[in-house]
């Protein structure tokens, strides 16, 4: 059954709806009852696909660094020998996902880590979004199951930076479930099966009434099951196969000096691309970095084949089966399926879609929007309950830095933290400076612009004039701008009695946010052990 999407949250103002895939970026534009891919000329790709309403656009998540340290992003940076360059970023969402410190090589990237190349790659993209709207749209993130905090406020402080007038989140599922045409009541279940760049992940999700489960998600994940068996692993089987029968071809194509391995793999990616169309039809290989000579004729029965005898269909059953019981141990029963939903490019391939029919039938299976349902689904709906508030700016101890003879900051609170907060914000030392230390300072201040990452434990040491300087970690990079203190140029100070030792810690503070925007603080003496403040206000946030 499709339902119009306003029943469950009837008018919604005008939003743009992102989703920040592992290979593709899809960003939409809608509002209550409609919406509509935004193309981007020369970072956006029109794949051939079997909707409608015409082909899907998307941005390749990709970002190139010239020897400059120009960027180059989507469709440009993903043809040709940018593709597989050093100064080449991709699959910048799991980088995020999991807080890699991993960086990309030297020259043009600077050194820099994936995830911040991932950071100017979405910066770039919503600020050409938001200023193409007048800033009219708040943007709607889809954001994946299980994902960290820390990667929801680096998304809050992407649209912040495209100045975008308001940002929010959706759960994906609920996102899928909605871009399909779908408004699910508590209790209907979905089979989601995403097969992307990177992976074939599974999802069993059922619909609970927001009053339940204590979140802000209208989805709860019964179960969920995962391979690394998507879209790259099924190009270099293509690659492979092409290979074996023009074993000829490739062998003087490598003796005349040309890259073998990168041009098969682009060969294979196009000729996947293209087994996603409607009508079969012969990979265009016109442009530069393909292998010249003939290719062997592929067709789908080619692709069925090849995926066959790599173990793709036993991998696939494997996955759903696993997810299905994880789920049935949770009380789920495969019979209460009301939808099986496909997403990613690679569940736009219709061998794959008629594997999932197959082993579902009769269950409906909708895969017409496979590639842009989340994104669509965000610019469509907001969450079905008031999400929780957001901080808009960022908050630090002030320190002092005897190396650099500088004051310097350590962050507490970022902006697109949540307010209640979940547990602590932040937990900090606090030493003694000196022998006989009575006073110890809490110096803090608000920063004018987001930045750094985000800390979870600190140790400070407080000095005679109530500054406080870092022990033991590394600073962050000083703010732009000026912060601003809260205390009104005093420090709150903590009594030590009896006098601290130097060196020896002495107060444990753990710090939460409370439902007004209050940054409260819980401090214990370390050395009488005696609870001096329990959840005590320190400043309200904005």
Same mark, same amino acid.
């Given at each position: 059954?499709?339902?119009?999407?306003?029943?469950?949250?009837?008018?919604?103002?005008?939003?743009?709806?992102?989703?920040?895939?592992?290979?593709?970026?899809?960003?939409?534009?809608?509002?209550?009852?409609?919406?509509?891919?935004?193309?981007?000329?020369?970072?956006?790709?029109?794949?051939?696909?079997?909707?409608?309403?015409?082909?899907?656009?998307?941005?390749?998540?990709?970002?190139?660094?010239?020897?400059?340290?120009?960027?180059?992003?989507?469709?440009?940076?993903?043809?040709?020998?940018?593709?597989?360059?050093?100064?080449?970023?991709?699959?910048?969402?799991?980088?995020?996902?999991?807080?890699?410190?991993?960086?990309?090589?030297?020259?043009?990237?600077?050194?820099?880590?994936?995830?911040?190349?991932?950071?100017?790659?979405?910066?770039?993209?919503?600020?050409?979004?938001?200023?193409?709207?007048?800033?009219?749209?708040?943007?709607?993130?889809?954001?994946?199951?299980?994902?960290?905090?820390?990667?929801?406020?680096?998304?809050?402080?992407?649209?912040?930076?495209?100045?975008?007038?308001?940002?929010?989140?959706?759960?994906?599922?609920?996102?899928?479930? %909605? +871009? /399909?045409?779908?408004? $699910?009541? *508590?209790?209907? #279940?979905?089979?989601? =099966?995403?097969?992307?760049?990177?992976?074939?992940?599974?999802?069993?999700?059922?619909?609970?009434?927001?009053?339940?489960?204590?979140?802000?998600?209208?989805?709860?994940?019964?179960?969920?099951?995962?391979?690394?068996?998507?879209?790259?692993?099924?190009?270099?089987?293509?690659?492979?196969?092409?290979?074996?029968?023009?074993?000829?071809?490739?062998?003087?194509?490598?003796?005349?000096?040309?890259?073998?391995?990168?041009?098969?793999?682009?060969?294979?990616?196009?000729?996947?691309?293209?087994?996603?169309?409607?009508?079969?039809?012969?990979?265009?290989?016109?442009? %530069? +970095? /393909?292998?010249?000579? $003939?290719? *062997?004729?592929? #067709?789908?029965?080619? =692709?069925?084949?090849?995926?066959?005898?790599?173990?793709?269909?036993?991998?696939?059953?494997?996955?759903?089966?696993?997810?299905?019981?994880?789920?049935?141990?949770?009380?789920?029963?495969?019979?209460?399926?009301?939808?099986?939903?496909?997403?990613?490019?690679?569940?736009?391939?219709?061998?794959?879609?008629?594997?999932?029919?197959?082993?579902?039938?009769?269950?409906?299976?909708?895969?017409?929007?496979?590639?842009?349902?989340?994104?669509?689904?965000?610019?469509?709906?907001?969450?079905?309950?008031?999400?929780?508030?957001?901080?808009?700016?960022?908050?630090?101890?002030?320190?002092?830095?005897?190396?650099?003879?500088?004051?310097?900051?350590?962050?507490?609170?970022?902006?697109?933290?949540?307010?209640?907060?979940?547990?602590?914000?932040?937990?900090?030392?606090?030493?003694?400076?000196?022998?006989?230390?009575?006073?110890?300072?809490?110096?803090?201040?608000?920063?004018?612009?987001?930045?750094?990452?985000?800390?979870?434990?600190?140790?400070?040491?407080?000095?005679?004039?109530?500054?406080?300087?870092?022990?033991?970690?590394?600073?962050?990079?000083?703010?732009?701008?000026?912060?601003?203190?809260?205390?009104?140029?005093?420090?709150?100070?903590?009594?030590?009695?009896?006098?601290?030792?130097?060196?020896?810690?002495?107060?444990?503070?753990?710090?939460?946010?409370?439902?007004?925007?209050?940054?409260?603080?819980?401090?214990?003496?370390?050395?009488?052990?005696?609870?001096?403040?329990?959840?005590?206000?320190?400043?309200?946030?904005?």
């Amino acid at each position: 059954m499709t339902t119009d999407i306003t029943e469950m949250h009837g008018e919604q103002p005008a939003r743009i709806g992102v989703d920040f895939g592992n290979d593709t970026l899809v960003i939409t534009r809608g509002g209550s009852d409609d919406s509509w891919q935004v193309t981007f000329p020369g970072w956006s790709d029109e794949v051939p696909f079997g909707d409608p309403e015409g082909p899907s656009s998307c941005i390749p998540v990709c970002i190139h660094y010239t020897e400059t340290g120009e960027p180059v992003l989507g469709a440009l940076s993903a043809r040709g020998d940018r593709a597989a360059h050093p100064c080449t970023a991709r699959w910048m969402r799991k980088y995020v996902l999991e807080n890699s410190p991993v960086r990309m090589p030297g020259g043009g990237s600077r050194g820099m880590r994936y995830q911040d190349a991932g950071e100017e790659f979405l910066r770039e993209v919503l600020t050409r979004a938001v200023r193409e709207t007048g800033r009219s749209h708040g943007i709607v993130f889809s954001i994946p199951p299980g994902a960290p905090e820390q990667y929801i406020q680096w998304l809050g402080r992407i649209a912040g930076a495209a100045d975008a007038p308001s940002w929010q989140t959706i759960d994906e599922s609920l996102a899928v479930v %909605a +871009g /399909y045409g779908m408004a $699910p009541s *508590p209790g209907d #279940s979905f089979l989601i =099966l995403r097969c992307d760049e990177l992976e074939l992940d599974v999802s069993v999700v059922i619909a609970v009434d927001p009053s339940e489960g204590g979140t802000s998600s209208a989805m709860a994940v019964r179960g969920r099951a995962g391979k690394p068996d998507g879209c790259e692993a099924i190009d270099k089987w293509i690659a492979r196969d092409l290979m074996v029968r023009s074993h000829r071809a490739w062998t003087r194509a490598g003796s005349r000096g040309e890259p073998i391995l990168p041009a098969l793999l682009r060969t294979a990616r196009d000729i996947r691309s293209r087994l996603t169309s409607p009508d079969a039809c012969p990979p265009d290989r016109s442009g %530069a +970095g /393909y292998m010249s000579g $003939p290719v *062997p004729e592929f #067709s789908r029965g080619d =692709l069925a084949r090849v995926l066959d005898s790599n173990g793709f269909f036993t991998s696939l059953e494997q996955t759903i089966d696993r997810a299905l019981a994880q789920a049935r141990s949770r009380g789920f029963e495969e019979d209460a399926l009301r939808a099986v939903l496909l997403v990613g490019s690679g569940c736009a391939l219709s061998v794959v879609q008629d594997a999932v029919r197959k082993r579902f039938a009769p269950c409906p299976v909708h895969c017409d929007r496979s590639r842009d349902a989340a994104a669509h689904g965000a610019a469509l709906c907001a969450q079905p309950v008031q999400d929780t508030g957001r901080i808009r700016r960022d908050y630090a101890l002030r320190y002092w830095d005897p190396v650099a003879r500088e004051h310097r900051y350590r962050f507490l609170v970022h902006s697109g933290a949540r307010f209640p907060s979940a547990g602590q914000a932040a937990r900090v030392t606090i030493c003694a400076a000196y022998d006989g230390q009575t006073q110890l300072g809490i110096p803090l201040y608000e920063m004018p612009a987001p930045q750094g990452d985000g800390i979870t434990a600190l140790e400070l040491v407080a000095d005679k004039t109530g500054g406080v300087r870092l022990a033991g970690a590394q600073p962050d990079s000083g703010a732009r701008g000026r912060p601003v203190p809260v205390t009104g140029g005093t420090p709150v100070y903590l009594a030590a009695s009896p006098p601290a030792v130097k060196g020896e810690p002495r107060f444990e503070l753990t710090f939460t946010i409370d439902a007004g925007r209050n940054l409260c603080v819980t401090v214990r003496d370390l050395g009488t052990n005696r609870l001096l403040k329990k959840d005590e206000a320190l400043h309200t946030l904005v």
